[in-house]
């Protein structure tokens, strides 16, 4: 069995960097040609204008969704955990002699 467990992770393996070659050769084949502006200087005025996004708001707007889903989640497990205090109330209740430490 150690040798069959040995050979999965070797095919494993071979999968994982296959597929991580793949994905760099696309990556690679994927960039554009170098601009004349990354081949050496080329004044500001000479560059051509391309559209830019604001980053305040998307910034913003993503910090609002991590707190969103930041107190969510805390919520949930203040809800849950509420829950499970009612249970352990109501099985106390319920035990005889479960108010002995």
Known sequence: MNNISK???LVLMVVVLVTCWGAATAASQ???PPSPAQEGFVPIDQ???K????AAPLVMAAYAA???????YVWSIWRRLSQVEQEMASLTQRVP???RR
């Open 7 to 9: 050979l999965r992770q």
């Open 51 to 54: 559209e830019q996004l604001p």
């Open 47 to 49: 560059i051509q204008q």
């Open 66 to 72: 991590a707190w969103l889903v930041i107190f969510g």
């Open 30 to 32: 994927a960039q554009p």
């Open 97 to 99: 002699g479960a108010n």
